[in-house]
């Protein structure tokens, strides 16, 4: 019963590398949704896919692309990583984008970038 | 804009102490309200939620009530355990951006023994 797998969960990069993180869900959900977490500032969403093969900014999205790879995969990719991209990075996915749809989340990715 | 503000932490409190998380809202609308719960090294759990006024969200003995008049979802617990020890998230759910989530910035809970 995996629910969300998120990979890799620690990554150290430095500036300007690029990396894709990966996020898995085996509960035949809709939509998918990556979030990033910084100190005193909740959670705030970067992109998401109300359904396969679509992909919508959220609040947060400059500096990041993303993918809608298949239904259960949907990957964040940071083409040229820069300091304020350090947080803790997490996927999570919902049956629908109603409005009270319970979101599942993964355990998350610590990212830094130097 | 719509946003959510919960009191800043840590809140320390000791077993079987009585918890109050407070939270309020701006949003245009009637939005959805949330709990979520993130334990130590995990990703955010749903804790309870309300989708309409006075309505009450329960679980795991966490209580929240839905109050339109004040713009408010205090969260409620009679007698913390240490494994409350948690950062708790309030949430309000819009129409814009798919339904997206806006989270207030987590209160750290410890409880100690």
């Known amino acids: 019963n995996a629910g969300v797998t998120q990979t890799p969960k620690f990554q150290v990069l430095k500036t300007g590398q690029s990396m894709t993180l990966q996020c898995a869900q085996d509960?035949?959900?809709?939509?998918m949704y990556w979030y990033r977490q910084d100190p005193g500032m909740g959670l705030r969403l970067i992109y998401y896919s109300a359904s396969e093969g679509t992909t919508d900014k959220g609040e947060v999205p400059n500096g990041y692309n993303v993918s809608r790879l298949n239904k259960r995969e949907f990957s964040l990719r940071l083409e040229s990583a820069a300091p304020s991209q350090t947080s803790v990075y997490f996927c999570?996915?919902?049956?629908?984008?109603?409005?009270?749809?319970?979101?599942?989340f993964g355990s998350g990715t610590q990212l830094s970038v130097l | 804009g719509d946003s959510v503000t919960q009191m800043e932490g840590p809140v320390t409190l000791s077993e079987e102490a009585f918890l109050t998380i407070n939270c309020t809202y701006t949003a245009t609308g009637y939005p959805s309200l949330f709990w979520y719960v993130q334990y130590p090294g995990e990703g955010l759990q749903l804790l309870l939620k309300a989708t309409k006024a006075d309505d009450k969200g329960s679980n795991k003995g966490f209580e929240a009530t839905y109050r339109k008049e004040t713009t408010s979802f205090h969260l409620e617990k009679g007698s913390v355990q240490v494994s409350d020890s948690a950062v708790y998230f309030c949430a309000l759910r819009l129409m814009e951006y798919g339904n997206k989530l806006v989270f207030g910035a987590g209160t750290i809970l410890r409880v100690k023994s």
């Open positions: 999570a996915s919902s049956e629908g984008t109603g409005a009270y749809e319970k979101l599942f």
């Open positions: 509960m035949n959900h809709n939509s």
